[in-house]
């Protein structure tokens, strides 16, 4: 079973859905808005991602750049769990191993098949 974190009207998360269901992908989707991700979660995907999983070129992330790049470590993932819009996104798991971040058809071709 798959694991796709996400916003459910981002548009590269809809993808990345439809995508999945469409190849028959069993994925249990979890909404930020409605479960934001936990610090086990955020320190995992910065372990993966090698760095902060921030969407750089979201408008949230614009928004909060100066006050979110001045906060410690430890503040920044509380910080990202009030903003779950300024994580990257879709993060796509399966058991616990972080998969990919964003949605690209050719690298989730490889991962499902």
Same mark, same amino acid.
Do not use: G
């Given at each position: 079973m798959y694991k796709l974190f996400g916003i459910p009207n981002c548009s590269t998360v809809k993808n990345a859905r439809?995508? !999945?269901e469409k190849n028959g992908a069993p994925v249990n989707f979890i909404d930020f808005k409605k479960n934001p991700p936990q610090e086990a979660d955020i320190k995992r995907w910065i372990e993966a991602f090698g760095g902060m999983p921030v969407n750089t070129k979201g408008v949230t992330y614009k928004k909060y750049k100066d006050t979110f790049e001045a906060l410690s470590l430890k503040e920044q993932i509380l910080f990202l769990k009030e903003h779950t819009s300024m994580i990257k996104?879709?993060? !796509?798991e399966r058991e616990g191993q972080v998969l990919a971040f964003g949605f690209d058809e050719e690298s989730y071709k490889s991962l499902i098949s």
């Open positions: 439809t995508y !999945l996104r879709p993060v !796509l």
